[in-house]
């Protein structure tokens, strides 16, 4: 088993940045790991991956979001600039290991004025 433990988020105004935490409970170095988001009233999409050093964002947010790791403290990061009000969601970290989904509790984005 994993736990992966989400922090950081919290209500930003419109234009405001926030960082997002996941600290994992085993090793990150060679995973897939994921950041997703769900909307209200909307399916979780995927926002931002990285594997090794190799990243990719959604559309959505590419240029204002950025993900990063230290694969020594097992720990996943999402920096989040120019919040907009869409951006409001449940934050999930996600990672992949042994063929398996895991999957963070959440942490609650609030975007507004």
């Known amino acids: 088993q994993v736990q992966l433990v989400e922090s950081g988020g919290g209500l930003v105004e419109p234009g405001g940045s926030l960082r997002l935490s996941c600290t994992a409970s085993r090793s990150i170095f060679n995973i897939l790991m994921r950041w997703y988001r769900q909307r209200p009233g909307q399916q979780r999409e995927r926002v931002a991956q990285?594997?090794?050093?190799?990243?990719d964002y959604a559309d959505s947010v590419r240029g204002r979001f950025t993900i990063s790791k230290n694969n020594a403290n097992n720990t996943v990061f999402l920096q989040m600039n120019s919040l907009k009000p869409d951006d409001t969601a449940v934050y999930y970290c996600?990672?992949?290991?042994?063929?398996?989904?895991?999957w963070g509790q959440g942490t609650q984005v609030t975007v507004a004025s």
């Open positions: 996600n990672g992949i290991w042994w063929g398996s989904d895991f």
């Open positions: 990285i594997a090794y050093d190799v990243k």
